[in-house]
Nanobody, 122 residues
Framework: QVHVVESGGDTVQAGGSLRLSCVASGVIFRINAMGWNRQAPGKQRELVASLTSDGSANYTDSVKGRFTISRDSGKNTVNLQMNSLKSEDTAVYYC????????????????WGQGTQVTVSS
């Protein structure tokens, strides 16, 4: 199994910044994609940013120019730098990791973390 743990959530004022981190652990053979999703109260979970193994990054329109997703070189860690935060960014942020792990043989995995709360006060 592959476990995913997020950290970095906090309460900040509008216009401030936060950096979220996510670590995937286990006998990981390959990571194909890592991403950040969020779910605000009363809303569906949405994809915020994703990063593929070839380095391609994608963002939802509402965060383009403000958020940056990155992966630590050689590590199973993905970060989300969030700048110019707005009240509408308030949500629980979930990390999602997809790839291949080893358990007697190679198996696909699609793992989610428990989430970290980001609250932006206006």
């Amino acid at each position: 199994q592959v476990h995913v743990v997020e950290s970095g959530g906090d309460t900040v004022q509008a216009g401030g910044s936060l950096r979220l981190s996510c670590v995937a652990s286990g006998v990981i053979f390959r990571i194909n994609a890592m991403g950040w999703n969020r779910q605000a109260p009363g809303k569906q979970r949405e994809l915020v940013a994703s990063l593929t193994s070839d380095g391609s990054a994608n963002y939802t329109d509402s965060v383009k120019g403000r958020f940056t997703i990155s992966r630590d070189s050689g590590k199973n860690t993905v970060n989300l730098q969030m700048n110019s935060l707005k009240s509408e960014d308030t949500a629980v942020y979930y990390c999602n990791v997809k790839g291949v792990y080893y358990h007697d043989h190679l198996l696909d995995f699609n793992s989610w973390g428990q989430g970290t709360q980001v609250t932006v006060s206006s």
